[in-house]
């Protein structure tokens, strides 16, 4: 019998959790992760092993390839019980269009100030969906109609953190993005409802900084004509505090509040006295002469900040408003840092100083997520005294709870911080989704923790508040508990009991059954959602069990074919490591890391970086020439990931390099992916070498976060230091993103014509020319078109065939257009889009062909739906016509 690996794995059940003996031995220590040193020295002692027996000559090369995976897998086989689906932590609807279209029409009849609310809430139920930039538009709404100072506050830094933009170099928390109202932290502090001026340059900016400066010196000017004007007046009433007397105007004292004035002109003996004691009434002197100049001067720049703290707790004993007021911003603008803020908050809680207390905890947000692991921090929001404290002075909200435990998820689930600020979140919930996302997250949060009764109490919680996804929650806390089948029986009632059952609920029911159940109920779940990763990971751990690798890579690649993520990513890696595919496997390892640098392998269990560095001994070390050609035949073959993986490599031989850093972003947001994207964007951006550069690359950043003008003027400043590629290409394709009159469209020309008689490399300039015909193509200069997609064909870009396809069809070339496509086809293979768009140049028969196949490489794409729709509307019409002809006619008798 031959003896080779995969006879040797027949025998494992890896869907019953691996049981009985195995050929890899799997190491249990999996809480630490795997160092690079470790493995090796695991390996090296191994093949000592091996190599000290006398028959090591004659060993098999069947032998030496078991030798080589069990090296590489030190942690064994996959197994299913290991990619459980999580519970989601977010508002998730049965019917979603509904319930957004529910937000939709609340929108539509709510007055301005009820706004606000509502976004938040859309932006609750559309976190699931994972786009940032629809995440960060609701939260930009929702800023917009923000009405109070707590609100702007906590939704500016919300803003703020979303963007993360703490990788650009001199980033500061208190500084604002993009110079607009709506992150400025000025203007969070402004009181007052503004929704158009979010969208203006904020005061903070270097144009509006020389008019703020003379107001401040008008202001400084007037305050210095009162002060002299008054300066010499004598005093008519004198405050004694110890052996200090301090002088002062009766009348000015009283003025500043009416239990001051009922004292000083009541029926109060001090009303009839010129000398009255206050040593008493907790202020120093030199408070007391801070207050006088106050009555007079009506500011208080000149004091420092302990007298100012002693003005504001006078103003509080006396209901000094206007005073309290004025310390209140005063204090505000004077906090800098979380130090500061600790300091200032206590006071701001005490008196009630809202505006200061608001400035605490801009800091204490803006600095997050390094300010909840300080315990006085943690003490401020977490505490049950501490959420009535700050409820007091006004600054304890639903958005502020749901902001902080948000950050808090992110950072450790399990912690006892995150569970503390959900328990708060929950008593701030007044609205009903509110309560329905705190219990729901309190579920999922304890079933992290393995506190699996207490998950189930909070699930069930949740639905009985009214969020149905949370019976999954309940479901799989009494799995964990033990009790399968009333898990089950959860789960098939509520799947026999919705009207239109979805994905996650067959999901969720496929854990609770076995064989062919189990499996019929993935199938449907990946039917109705095809976006659920567990179903393809469950059906491919089950293909390995059988023996069928490569069908399981096929499987796993389904899901990463429209949606690319690290898990699914290193399953595929796992897999290719045990079908001896080292290329494979370092080419995915690669690409995940681009995704998510920091990426634990093999379950937790080894860092990403180890996992490369073993396989690159079993690959063909490229140096950065070859790599430049094989990013060239990979670009040419539509292989984002296969780019990505060697631009990592790359980036790994020369890590200061912008310019890849740039290729990177460009890849991740073909693949979608574009929070990794930006984060590339910005390394570029810190890395460059050069003023222009570095302009283009801030450029890129401010038009992906929508702000196109901003984008453009910064294309303008670079091309003002030096003529670029990248300046001309940026200032191109900002201005082509929306629709322009034919004259904008000519400069459009112009400027991609620029561009590409600047130096660049083959893969941009296809690009440009691919962009340039596009627009020509708009113009109606369909010749000129064909030049410019030729001109990239020649010099590999790929897509271009797309676009010579469309010159052939609006010139009544069809057949010609088809061959166009089929070119496409053949080169990148697996390509949904090349499918979809060749359906429109064929006939219906072979469309829908076509059209089937773009939906099973990618059923994230609409145009296949519709189309189909469409027919199926055409054929009832049909069918409805001759129905109505035949019920006109006459009958014989």
Same mark, same amino acid.
């Given at each position: 019998?031959?003896?080779?690996?995969?006879?040797?794995?027949?025998?494992?059940?890896?869907?019953?959790?691996?049981?009985?003996?195995?050929?890899?031995?799997?190491?249990?220590?999996?809480?630490?992760?795997?160092?690079?040193?470790?493995?090796?020295?695991?390996?090296?002692?191994?093949?000592?092993?091996?190599?000290?027996?006398?028959?090591?000559?004659?060993?098999?090369?069947?032998?030496?390839?078991?030798?080589?995976?069990?090296?590489?897998?030190?942690?064994?086989?996959?197994?299913?019980?290991?990619?459980?689906?999580?519970?989601?932590?977010?508002?998730?609807?049965?019917?979603?269009?509904?319930?957004?279209?529910?937000?939709?029409?609340?929108?539509?009849?709510?007055?301005?100030f009820e706004k606000s609310e509502i976004y938040l809430e859309q932006f609750s139920l559309v976190r699931g969906l994972g786009d940032p930039k629809l995440l960060r538009r609701c939260l930009r709404s929702?800023?917009?109609?923000?009405?109070?100072?707590?609100?702007?506050?906590?939704?500016?830094?919300?803003?703020?953190?979303?963007?993360?933009?703490?990788?650009?170099?001199?980033?500061?928390?208190?500084?604002?993005?993009?110079?607009?109202?709506?992150?400025?932290?000025?203007?969070?502090l402004k009181p007052g409802y503004d929704p158009d001026s979010i969208f203006d340059m904020c005061p903070c900016c270097p144009s509006s900084d020389v008019l703020i400066d003379e107001e401040e010196e008008e202001e400084e000017e007037e305050e210095e004509e009162c002060s002299c004007s008054t300066s010499d007046e004598d005093g008519d009433v004198t405050f004694c505090?110890?052996?200090? *007397?301090? %002088?002062?105007?009766?009348?000015?004292?009283?003025?500043? /509040?009416?239990? @001051?004035?009922?004292? +000083?002109?009541?029926?109060?003996?001090?009303?009839?006295?010129e000398t009255i004691n206050f040593t008493h009434s907790e202020i120093s002197a030199e408070g007391m002469r801070a207050v006088e100049v106050y009555s007079r001067t009506k500011t208080l720049d000149s004091f420092p900040l302990q007298i100012v703290l002693e003005i504001l707790l006078f103003a509080n004993r006396f209901c000094c408003e206007e005073m309290k007021s004025a310390c209140d911003l005063h204090l505000s603008s004077l906090v800098s840092n979380v130090e500061d803020a600790l300091v200032l908050i206590e006071y701001g809680l005490e008196e009630t100083a809202h505006l200061l207390v608001a400035s605490c905890l801009q800091v204490f947000l803006r600095e997050l997520p390094w300010s909840l692991?300080?315990?006085?921090?943690?003490?401020?929001?977490?505490?049950? *005294?501490? %959420?009535?404290?700050?409820?007091?002075?006004?600054?304890? /909200?639903?958005? @502020?709870?749901?902001? +902080?435990?948000?950050?808090?998820?992110?950072?450790?689930?399990?912690?006892?911080?995150?569970?503390?600020?959900?328990?708060?979140?929950?008593?701030?919930?007044?609205?009903?989704?509110?309560?329905?996302?705190?219990?729901?997250?309190?579920?999922?949060?304890m079933l992290e923790r393995k506190e699996y009764k207490?998950?189930?109490h909070w699930f069930e919680a949740a639905l009985e508040a009214g969020h149905a996804y949370s019976v999954a929650g309940v479901a799989r806390s009494k799995y964990k508990r033990g009790h399968k089948y009333l898990a089950y029986k959860q789960m098939n009632s509520l799947v026999s009991e919705c009207k239109q059952p979805v994905g996650w609920m067959y999901q969720e029911r496929s854990l609770y059954c076995i064989g062919k159940e189990k499996m019929m109920d993935l199938k449907t779940a990946t039917e109705l959602d095809p976006t659920l990763p567990y179903p393809y990971k469950y059906r491919a751990v089950a293909l390995v069990a059988e023996n069928k690798i490569g069908a399981a890579i096929s499987e796993i690649s389904k899901i990463i074919g429209f949606k690319v993520s690290p898990d699914c990513l290193d399953l595929r890696a796992w897999f290719s490591i045990i079908f001896e595919d080292y290329e494979g496997a370092i080419r995915d390892a690669r690409a995940l890391l681009?995704?998510?640098?920091?990426?634990?392998?093999?379950?937790?269990?080894?860092?990403?970086?180890?996992?490369?560095?073993?396989?690159?001994?079993?690959?063909?070390?490229?140096?950065?020439?070859?790599?430049?050609m094989q990013l060239y035949d990979r670009w040419s073959c539509v292989d984002d990931i296969g780019s990505l993986a060697v631009v990592h490599e790359m980036l790994a031989n020369d890590p200061g390099r912008s310019l890849l850093r740039f290729r990177q972003s460009l890849l991740l947001l073909r693949l979608n992916c574009q929070k990794a994207a930006m984060r590339s964007l910005r390394l570029a951006r810190n890395h460059s070498s050069s003023e222009h550069e570095r302009l283009v690359y801030e450029g890129w950043i401010l038009y992906d976060t929508g702000h196109r003008e901003d984008a453009l003027a910064k294309a303008e400043e670079s091309i003002s230091i030096q003529r670029s590629f990248e300046a001309f290409f940026l200032k191109a394709y900002a201005l082509a993103d929306t629709n322009l009159a034919p004259d904008s469209l000519a400069y459009v020309i112009q400027l991609l014509e620029e561009a590409l008689r600047c130096p660049s490399d083959g893969l941009r300039k296809g690009q440009a020319l691919n962009n340039l015909g596009s627009v020509y193509v708009d113009c109606g200069k369909l010749d000129q078109a064909a030049d410019c997609y030729m001109n990239a064909l020649n010099i590999r870009h790929t897509r271009a065939h797309q676009g010579l396809a469309r010159v052939y069809h609006l010139k009544n070339q069809k057949t010609e257009a088809y061959n166009e496509m089929t070119k496409l086809i053949e080169k990148a293979r697996n390509n949904a889009s090349a499918y979809e768009k060749r359906s429109e140049y064929c006939e219906r028969d072979t469309a829908k062909c076509d059209l089937s196949t773009a939906t099973h490489l990618d059923p994230l794409r609409t145009y296949p739906y519709r189309y189909r729709a469409a027919v199926q509307l055409g054929l009832k019409a049909r069918d409805a016509t001759k129905d109505a002809h035949a019920n006109t006619m006459p009958v014989k008798d």
């Open positions: 019998m031959q003896h080779n690996l995969f006879s040797s794995m027949r025998s494992l059940k890896l869907v019953d959790g691996c049981k009985g003996t195995q050929v890899f031995a799997i190491n249990t220590s999996s809480a630490t992760a795997v160092c690079i040193g470790g493995v090796e020295e695991k390996i090296l002692n191994i093949e000592h092993h091996r190599h000290s027996h006398s028959h090591s000559h004659t060993r098999s090369k069947s032998h030496q390839s078991i030798s080589i995976v069990e090296n590489l897998l030190p942690f064994g086989l996959p197994v299913a019980d290991h990619f459980e689906p999580l519970i989601e932590p977010y508002l998730k609807s049965v019917d979603f269009v509904d319930a957004l279209a529910c937000i939709y029409r609340r929108l539509e009849s709510a007055v301005e929702a800023r917009q109609y923000a009405v109070d100072v707590h609100s702007k506050v906590v939704l500016s830094a919300w803003l703020r953190f979303e963007r993360r933009e703490d990788e650009l170099i001199g980033f500061c928390s208190m500084n604002c993005g993009g110079g607009r109202v709506m992150e400025c932290i000025k203007s969070s505090i110890g052996d200090e *007397e301090i %002088r002062c105007v009766r009348y000015n004292i009283a003025a500043l /509040s009416r239990p @001051l004035k009922t004292m +000083l002109y009541g029926e109060f003996t001090e009303s009839r006295r692991h300080n315990l006085n921090v943690v003490k401020l929001f977490c505490g049950v *005294e501490a %959420r009535e404290r700050l409820e007091m002075a006004g600054h304890a /909200s639903f958005g @502020l709870y749901y902001f +902080l435990s948000q950050v808090a998820m992110e950072e450790d689930m399990k912690s006892n911080t995150t569970v503390m600020l959900l328990e708060r979140l929950g008593e701030c919930a007044s609205a009903g989704w509110q309560k329905e996302l705190a219990l729901h997250q309190l579920g999922c949060v207490d998950a189930q681009t995704l998510d640098h920091s990426y634990m392998m093999f379950n937790g269990k080894m860092h990403g970086d180890c996992l490369v560095d073993l396989l690159r001994k079993r690959v063909q070390q490229w140096s950065q020439a070859d790599c430049w």
